[in-house]
């Protein structure tokens, strides 16, 4: 794509493809100085087909405040602004950024003259009060070396479940927040990452985190509690945390106290604490799912250790035909005003309730002509009426049983369908 005699202006939205002539074109590619100048363009969408961006392609675009890069398992390769002689910084250099999405991995050159920029990094170039907020997608693995360098203006930071390394100075003097939540699935944290945040006081590192590189949190001097969930201290050099840590606060797992009380880096802390009371920074841990036969699921995510009464009641005129949890059976766990007790989640849970009419201790189902009814009671399944041929499958659509029978034991608990003269039926035996 080349600039034209008319520069941009508003929103813009790169296609996935192009014709020209007739014909049919995929966009993979912007080229060099494509959009340089227009300083009228206030958004940007990157398609998920795109491939590569080229330098200078949105030189001097000083009203892009938004920009939407869209979801794709595939890297985006972006490009760099030129700078007087060798030097080259940030793609983006000028553009006053509010809202950023970034939904896939980026790749890029990091220039070590004079600096070290990404394609978003910013140095003395905004105006003040500008804030920008920042969210990355489930797509994205990895947040790479200097993407956000000098920025200064991140107000909010929403990280993907996905991402497993924080690149070398990838939020180096980037924040103005006042507290992190690393995600669980960062494993390593890379040299000078959030070196020189000076707003931060809250930090908190996921369980699966392995190690902090050199300075990873150096200059951070507001920190006063860090909050680390990984049960093995991290491997962490001497200057990760190069301030006063005397006066920090470390809350580790309670079975891990002594291990970081004798580690280097973490045993340096002012107090080192057990995790605990109120403090649930990864809300989402487990799910528990109730399951609803033949309509859906309703779920809901909670804390480890969670303790939740489920209070389970029939509407007037049916029973509770089944409870389980988990595939067992816990009818008799309900209490007699209709409670179950969860005790404390460590893992997803499933839930599975089944209701049928008390005024018949069967459950009987039939088709919209009435010429054929199926009667389940207990493990017996009964064919009432006039048919010709009948299968028995289970949930999975395997066949069990064909052929013309008017009554059928089945012995395994689980969800059937029975097919009669091409009408289905579907039911639970308990």
């Known amino acids: 794509m080349q600039n ?17 002539e007739g014909k049919e074109y995929q966009v993979y590619q912007i080229e060099e100085q494509a959009f340089s100048n227009c300083t009228g363009l206030t958004s940007l969408t990157i398609p998920a087909s795109l491939k590569s961006i080229k330098n200078d392609s949105f030189e001097n675009c000083t009203g892009l405040s938004k920009i939407i890069i869209e979801d794709s398992n595939e890297p985006l390769s972006i490009g760099r602004r030129s700078g007087s002689g060798t030097s080259m910084t940030s793609l983006f250099y000028y553009a006053p950024l509010v809202e950023l999405y970034i939904g896939r991995n980026l790749t890029y050159y990091v220039n070590g003259n004079g600096g070290f920029y990404g394609p978003f990094s910013q140095k003395n170039t905004l105006e003040e009060n500008v804030e920008l907020k920042v969210q990355f997608g489930n797509y994205v693995t990895e947040i790479p070396s200097c993407l956000f360098a000098y920025r200064g203006n991140i107000s909010k930071l929403v990280f993907g479940d996905n991402i497993t390394s924080i690149g070398a100075s990838a939020f180096n003097q980037s924040l103005l927040l006042t507290s992190i939540v690393i995600p669980e699935s960062v494993e390593t944290i890379g040299t000078n990452a959030f070196y020189g945040n000076h707003t931060l006081k809250d930090v908190v590192l996921g369980a699966n ?8 949190f150096s200059a951070c001097s507001g920190i006063t509690s860090v909050y680390c969930y990984a049960v093995e201290p991290p491997t962490a050099n001497n200057a990760a945390y190069s301030y006063d840590v005397m006066h920090t606060r470390l809350r580790v797992p309670a079975e891990s106290l002594d291990k970081y009380k004798s580690s280097t880096t973490w045993k340096e802390f002012g107090e080192v604490l057990p995790l ?18 033949d309509n859906g699921i309703i779920s809901q995510k909670v804390n480890e250790g969670t303790n939740l009464t489920l209070n389970i009641q029939p509407t007037s005129g049916w029973t509770i035909h089944s409870f389980r949890v988990n595939g067992v059976e816990r009818l008799s766990d309900i209490s007699n005003n209709g409670d179950y007790e969860t005790g404390p989640i460590t893992s997803d849970v499933e839930i599975s309730a089944v209701f049928k009419d ?5 459950d009987v189902y039939k ?26 499958y289970n949930v999975n659509g395997e066949l069990i049983l064909s052929g013309y029978r ?3 034991e089945i012995s395994t608990p689980g969800i059937y369908i029975i097919k009669v003269d091409g009408q289905s039926y579907k039911f639970m035996i308990g």
Do not use: C, W
């Open 4 to 20: 034209e005699d008319s520069p941009y202006e508003g929103n813009l939205v790169i296609p996935s493809t192009a014709h020209f």
């Open 209 to 216: 985190l392995k190690t902090i590189n050199a300075y990873a």
């Open 276 to 293: 605990g009371g109120q403090e649930h920074f990864y809300p989402s841990k487990y799910k528990i799912s109730i399951l609803l036969p």
């Open 358 to 362: 008390s005024a018949s201790s069967a």
């Open 367 to 392: 088709d919209h002509t009435d010429n054929v009814s199926i009667r389940v009671d207990g493990r017996i399944v009964d064919i009432i009426g006039d048919y010709d041929f009948m299968e028995l």
């Open 406 to 408: 008017n009554n059928i």
